[in-house]
């Protein structure tokens, strides 16, 4: 079973947009392949030099977006699952293209007795801070146990002149 996501490529297609259409407010007029040339459907014609003048002279050339044929891998089995229509229809817009390797990485995630799921106020609080990321709660959690170290270590290099303020005051 072949795990890409690309679909063959079609030998009579260009895959790019006509820059003279878009020139023109045409948008989204694809050019067909003739041999060395391509031509549009509104007859505007490019060769090979041509394009590659196109690009040479700073031009940019839109392509057409490739469809993405999204596969499982070998090793995966397909389950029946419930969902919230609208939450998968969300969720197959959100990960369009890469779907089934978000839903894959994220029933991984699931399955780790590691994770640790923060949601909700919990998360909200989070993002106050700036906190987005499982890196800056790492990072967030050293420097307080930084900074308790940094005042352990004060208390310890202050305590004789503590103690010494103290019996001052005694006498």
Same mark, same amino acid.
């Given at each position: ?10 030998? %009579?297609? %260009?895959? &790019? ?13 694809? @050019? ?6 391509? &031509? ?19 031009? #940019? ?5 490739? &469809? ?11 389950? #029946? ?12 817009? =959100? $990960? #369009? *293209? ?8 994220? $029933? ?9 799921? &923060? ?5 909200? =609080?989070?993002?106050?801070? *700036?906190?987005?990321?499982? =890196?800056?709660?790492?990072? @967030?959690?050293?420097?307080? =146990? ?12 202050? %305590? ?12």
């Amino acid at each position: 079973m072949s795990t890409s996501n690309v679909a063959p490529l079609d030998p %009579s297609r %260009s895959y &790019i947009f006509c820059p003279r259409c878009e020139q023109d407010g045409h948008e989204g007029v694809e @050019m067909r392949r003739d041999a060395h040339r391509y &031509i549009c459907p509104l007859m505007h014609e490019l060769d090979l030099q041509a394009v590659q003048r196109l690009i040479a002279s700073g031009r #940019k050339l839109h392509m057409v977006p490739l &469809i993405q044929e999204e596969r499982p891998s070998p090793n995966q089995v397909q389950q #029946k699952v419930w969902v919230h229509p609208e939450t998968w229809a969300k969720l197959q817009t =959100k $990960f #369009k *293209g890469r779907f089934l390797v978000t839903l894959d990485v994220f $029933f991984n995630l699931l399955a780790d007795d590691q994770i640790i799921f &923060i949601s909700g106020e919990d998360a909200t =609080k989070l993002r106050r801070f *700036g906190i987005t990321s499982g =890196k800056d709660i790492v990072a @967030m959690a050293e420097a307080r =146990k930084e900074l308790e170290e940094t005042h352990r270590a004060l208390i310890q290099r202050l %305590s004789p002149v503590f103690a010494a303020a103290q019996q001052a005051g005694e006498l």
